[in-house]
């Protein structure tokens, strides 16, 4: 790890997991105010604990084939997002960063 990236963890406040949560939700060319920001960060931790909290009984094998898993995670993705994003996040734009974390965050935490 570069110590470039290490005090942007550092600064943020957050570990390597929730920071790349972090940065997935925040949305390129929208410009958020800090209280704004620091909720994006928020549901960064309290997504990524909630997934850790869960990860035995979600983590099987072939995971992503079951569907009922499959439901089961992207339930516990969205009902963070939607309890804990800023109001302004727009339904397109929820659905998005759900889907965005589902391909890309989902799989790295599980190992696929």
């Known amino acids: 790890m570069t110590k470039e990236k290490q005090n942007k963890y550092t600064l943020e406040g957050l570990d390597e997991d929730e920071l790349e949560i972090c940065d997935l939700l925040l949305v390129k060319g929208k410009k958020m ?21 869960n990860r035995d009984s979600l983590l099987v094998v072939d995971w992503f084939k079951d ?7 992207k339930t516990i993705v969205s009902d963070s997002l939607n309890d804990d994003l800023p109001e302004r996040c727009d339904n397109g734009l929820f659905q998005s960063m759900t889907n965005l974390l589902m391909s890309v965050f989902i799989g790295k935490l599980f190992k696929v």
């Open 67 to 73: 569907e009922d898993i499959t439901i089961r995670l």
């Open 33 to 53: 105010n800090k209280e704004e920001t620091q909720r994006v960060k928020f549901v960064a931790k309290n997504l990524y604990m909630k997934l850790v909290d």
